[in-house]
Structures are given as C-alpha cells and as structure tokens.
C-alpha cells in the first residue's frame, strides 16, 4: 500500500530517479494499492532527463 507524500523510487527509462506520490486517479481513498494509476511529483532527476525535477 502506498499512501500520501511517499517517496517512491521510478523505475523507468523517464530520467526521473524519485518522486512523491500526490494522488490516485479514479479513487476517493489517499492509499493505492497494486495495479492503481497515481500522480507523482519528480523531486530527483539525473542532469540530462526530459522530465525536470522540481524547483523548491
């Protein structure tokens, strides 16, 4: 179960390397579980990724 402002590390070719779990799509609950769509802000990226990391 994965629940609100969770670290996550991404595991795909994006460049991204973590991210902060901010919502699932298509369900009123603050958790996913497996299988679940959910919206991630990019904290980390590595120099050269097409996603950029966020600015604090």
Do not use: F, Y
């Amino acid at each position: 179960m994965i629940q609100m402002e969770t670290m996550l590390v991404v595991a795909d070719n994006t460049g991204a390397r973590s991210a902060k779990m901010i919502g699932v799509l298509g369900k009123r609950s603050r958790t996913a579980a497996i299988g679940d769509v959910i919206t991630c802000h990019v904290r980390d990226s590595i120099p050269t990724a097409a996603v950029k990391k966020a600015v604090l």
